[in-house]
């Protein structure tokens, strides 16, 4: 739970620091509407890398590789059961395989922090 909250803290900051020093390198609006942005387009790859891991590790896509693996495998099978190298997979094995990702939770904490701190500050100072 530390290393999680250590990290998550640490991409936000950086996040914040890179919003802030990319606003003031830009002279074309005022500071606040282009670190809002800014904070928001960094706010999007963090929430879509995050959900996107976190399906992955709920097995959100085990039912399609499940699909492809068993079709792919009975072409394959013939083959193999010629050369005898490989052992079938079991289907168990096939249909229940779990990932787990380090940086599933603070990716995906941090782009809803930063997305959530953008709306909330171009609602309250920029409207």
Known sequence: ?????AS???IIGA????????????????????F???????????SIIGGFLFLLERGWFNITRYAFR??????????A???EEER???????????YSFRLTYPFLITGLI?????IGISFAVLV
Do not use: C
Not at 70 to 79: C, D, Q, T
Not at 114 to 118: E, M, R, V
């Open 88 to 98: 079938p997979i079991a289907d168990r094995e096939l249909l229940y395989r779990t």
């Open 70 to 79: 068993k079709m792919f495998w009975s072409a394959h099978a013939k083959g």
């Open 8 to 10: 998550t803290s640490a």
């Open 15 to 34: 996040s914040v620091g890179i919003s802030g020093i990319v606003a003031l390198l830009q002279h074309q609006h005022p500071f606040l509407l282009l």
């Open 114 to 118: 930063l997305a959530s701190l953008s």
């Open 81 to 83: 059961s010629l050369l």
């Open 36 to 46: 809002v942005n800014n904070l928001f387009y960094i706010a999007l790859p963090f």
């Open 1 to 5: 739970m530390n290393r999680m909250l």
